[in-house]
Nanobody
């Protein structure tokens, strides 16, 4: 049974940082890339960052490039998203995702950026 469990969200002031983590199970984690998506209230879910199975290549949406860093630990089966210089526009529920899990989505973790 595949499972993705996001954690690390919370309330942070503009300019602050958070580190999200995704714990994966039920599939061969090292064989698949991972992605982080987010969904803000009233908006479509959007891709934030992606990383290859071996962790060697990453890509980012323009709106987070230079501020967010995705990483992958194939021993711990975790995928993290380090978020720096957060802005109020980063407020959203963040989800991790893998092509290995089909239509499955975890519960996500809420990130709120507010003064």
């Amino acid at each position: 049974q595949v499972q993705l469990e996001e954690s690390g969200g919370g309330l942070v002031q503009p300019g602050g940082s958070l580190r999200l983590s995704c714990a994966a199970s039920g599939f061969s984690f090292s064989s698949y890339g991972m992605m982080w998506y987010r969904q803000a209230p009233g908006k479509e879910r959007e891709l934030v960052a992606a990383i290859t199975g071996n962790g060697m290549k990453t890509s980012y949406a323009d709106f987070v490039k230079g501020r967010f860093t995705i990483s992958k630990d194939n021993v711990k089966n975790t995928c993290d998203l380090q978020m720096d210089r957060l802005t109020v526009e980063d407020t959203a529920v963040y989800y991790c995702k893998s092509p290995a899990v089909g239509l499955y989505w975890g519960q996500g973790t809420q990130v709120t950026v507010s003064s």
